[in-house]
């Protein structure tokens, strides 16, 4: 792929595609009688998954884009999940108190930030608001800076099955440009511990496209997380939107690498990772060969929600949590950001629905080939139309963009079958963005394709 080619697409401001439409079509028309409409029916479509939001942690780190906020205090934390609790009542009242949940994830911020004690509250607090089936799996989003003994067994008491620790990088020049000073020893302290209390799933998540960020600093990076044998990696590149993230200006943007050498060090990431046995997931998942993301990858039954990359087949997902996003077969909803919104409205007993995005049939037909591609590389616009009451023919008639990938070699079209170049594969979501009938539409700014 050519270096102008990388330069085109690379730098272009694009979704990540973890939802379709993405949360720039959210608006404020849907609220909390359209999200307690569909929640009275959440039961009837089958397993959900349930997402819990801490939005707080110990300190900034300078890259962060999550919705979250610094304390040095406990009170805080104990003061939100006690709304939270509240608010799992009032969900779990307006869908009728039967909904079974397959999957659980704690996400932030910083989920470990709880007291093992309050973890263990709340996860109370879901079994007895939802019916949890037998060997519903739990995740937890970890810092291993704060990760503790006491945390560990409780993660472990209350069936946590999969752990995700950032590390981001290895490398202590890259951990200063980011404010984020996290030693090799840290990480293995926690992964060891995990592993004895009997997480059977880690997760490591990287991210390249940081300042004063190399090419032989990734490789660094991989060599020494990969002596820790993670079941799955999640490899990010960095988003730089400090218009957005007002933090991120605390960054020297002269540091920051280019489309060509954010590429380069993705490369040689994935390379890398590959070399130590993971395979390839996506666009930027790996997994060893027998972990459940590999297996459904290699079966096509990989896919993709706001965490990225997952085996999660729910066509429902409950957001908890501020700013928490849910996902029905009707459509998104969102809860309010600001935390004291976000409690006064469940204070009154209303559900704190911001915003949100009902899907039309279109949207459906949409989001589908898009997440083919994204995990898959490729998209049957014949089979995933079937039954829609589309011709496939207006997703491609009149497409510039798809017809400029096409004519820089991107993608190839045969019959109804589009397909991402093997060697531009990283370019994935600037193809997504070619079915996005709502792309460049709302004004938001969003991360690099590459």
């Known amino acids: 792929m050519s270096d102008d080619l990388i330069a085109k697409y690379g730098d272009a401001r694009v979704p990540r595609y973890t939802s379709y439409p993405t949360a720039a079509a959210f608006s404020a028309a849907v609220g909390p009688d359209e999200y307690a409409g569909n929640l009275a029916h959440i039961a009837a479509a089958g397993p959900v998954s349930v997402y819990l939001h801490v939005p707080f942690c110990r300190s900034i780190c300078w890259y962060c884009g999550c919705h979250t906020t610094i304390t040095r205090q406990d009170a805080p934390v104990a003061d939100y999940l006690d709304v939270m609790k509240e608010e799992i009542e009032l969900v779990s009242f307006t869908a009728g108190n039967d909904v079974p949940v397959k999957y659980v994830h704690f996400g932030g911020g910083t989920p470990s930030v709880m007291k093992p004690q309050e973890f263990s509250a709340l996860m109370a607090k879901l079994r007895s608001a939802f019916t949890f089936e037998m060997k519903a799996g739990v995740a937890v989003e970890i810092d291993p800076r704060t990760l503790a003994a006491p945390m560990i067994d409780a993660l472990a008491e209350n069936g946590v099955d999969r752990a995700s620790l950032g590390v981001q990088s290895f490398d202590p020049i890259v951990q200063a440009g980011i404010k984020r000073l996290q030693s090799f020893e840290q990480t293995e302290r926690a992964v060891a511990g995990l592993r004895s209390a009997g997480v059977s799933s880690i997760n490591f998540d990287l991210i390249y496209g940081l300042p004063k960020q190399t090419v032989q600093s990734c490789v660094e990076t991989v060599r020494l997380a990969a002596e820790l044998r993670p079941e799955r990696f999640a490899v990010f590149g960095y988003a730089h939107i400090p218009a957005f993230k007002k933090h991120q200006r605390l960054i020297d943007e002269a540091s920051l690498p280019d489309a060509k050498q954010r590429n380069e060090q993705a490369e040689v990431i994935a390379e890398e990772l590959q070399k130590a046995g993971y395979q390839r997931i996506g666009l930027d998942h790996f997994a060893l060969p027998d972990d459940q993301l590999a297996l459904a990858a290699r079966n096509r039954a990989l896919r993709r929600n706001f965490q990225g990359y997952t085996t999660d087949g729910c066509d429902s997902l409950i957001g908890l949590g501020s700013s928490a996003i849910g996902r029905l077969p009707a459509g998104y909803m969102q809860n309010h950001v600001p935390l004291g919104l976000y409690a006064e409205?469940?204070?009154?007993?209303?559900?704190?629905?911001?915003?949100?995005?009902?899907?039309?049939?279109?949207?459906?037909?949409?989001?589908?080939?898009?997440?083919?591609?994204?995990?898959?590389?490729?998209?049957?616009?014949?089979?995933?139309?079937?039954?829609?009451?589309?011709?496939?023919?207006?997703?491609?008639?009149?497409?510039?963009r798809l017809g400029e990938l096409m004519a820089d070699g991107v993608v190839t079209i045969s019959g109804e079958r589009i397909v991402v170049c093997e060697e531009a594969r990283f370019m994935v979501r600037a193809v997504a963005a070619a079915f996005d009938a709502y792309f460049g539409s709302h004004g938001h700014t969003h991360s690099k394709a590459a």
């Open 345 to 400: 409205r469940i204070a009154f007993g209303v559900l704190p629905t911001a915003k949100g995005y009902l899907l039309s049939e279109e949207d459906k037909l949409r989001a589908r080939v898009i997440e083919r591609l994204m995990c898959d590389f490729e998209a049957d616009l014949g089979q995933l139309s079937s039954g829609s009451g589309f011709d496939t023919g207006f997703l491609v008639e009149r497409n510039d």
